[in-house]
């Protein structure tokens, strides 16, 4: 649910939602929408937290001179990144050795200046716009969460 989504129905529900799934990755950091969720205490979940295999993202100057300085590869800086910034992180990956690599954030630690450096990243936009016109009717029709409003 994007932040206007999430204020129009936050009201409707009993339970409030523990997390929202959206997209989240260095180059879309929804700023807004995680100042509305920390009012509910409501995580948020990373959709396509490597922007889908982005290689723009994955070849950032910034994010090679930080992954360098740890021995890692971008793709764990980025999810390192994430994981400090209080967001739910599950990445994708048909490899095994990759999937192997993104459980293998745990042994580094981001400086502040690092993570200034990454949220210097963020575009404010994602792939897709779920504010799109049609999009919530379509959401709305899949699911049967709000069927009885
Ligand atoms: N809520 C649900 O029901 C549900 C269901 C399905 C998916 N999802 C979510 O949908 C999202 C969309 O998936 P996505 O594929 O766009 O997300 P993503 O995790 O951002 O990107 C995965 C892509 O990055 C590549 N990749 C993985 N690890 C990498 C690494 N260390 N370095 C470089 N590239 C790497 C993968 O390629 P390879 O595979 O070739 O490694 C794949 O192309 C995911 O966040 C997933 O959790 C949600």
């Known amino acids: 649910m994007t932040k206007k989504l999430w204020?129009?129905?936050?009201?409707a529900f009993n339970v409030k939602p523990a997390i929202n799934q959206v997209e989240f990755n260095p180059y879309f950091q929804q700023t807004e929408?995680?100042?509305?969720?920390?009012a509910t205490q409501t995580a948020l979940e990373a959709w396509a937290p490597l922007g889908s295999g982005n290689s723009a993202m994955l070849n950032e100057p910034v994010?090679?001179?930080?992954?360098?300085?740890?021995?890692k590869n971008v793709g764990q800086v980025i999810l390192r990144f994430e994981h400090q910034e209080g967001v739910i992180v599950i990445p994708k990956s048909v490899h095994e050795a990759r999937i192997k690599f993104n459980r293998e954030i745990f042994d580094f630690c981001l400086t502040s200046a690092e993570m200034d450096?990454?949220?210097?990243?963020?575009t404010g936009a994602g792939q897709y716009d779920?504010?799109?016109?049609?999009?919530?009717a379509m959401l709305r029709s899949?699911?049967?969460?709000?069927?009885n409003d």
Do not use: N
């Open 7 to 11: 204020e129009k129905w936050l009201p």
């Open 33 to 38: 929408l995680r100042a509305a969720l920390t």
């Open 63 to 71: 994010l090679k001179q930080i992954a360098e300085k740890y021995g």
């Open 117 to 122: 450096a990454i949220r210097t990243l963020d």
């Open 130 to 136: 779920p504010d799109a016109p049609g999009v919530e």
């Open 142 to 147: 899949a699911f049967d969460v709000h069927a």
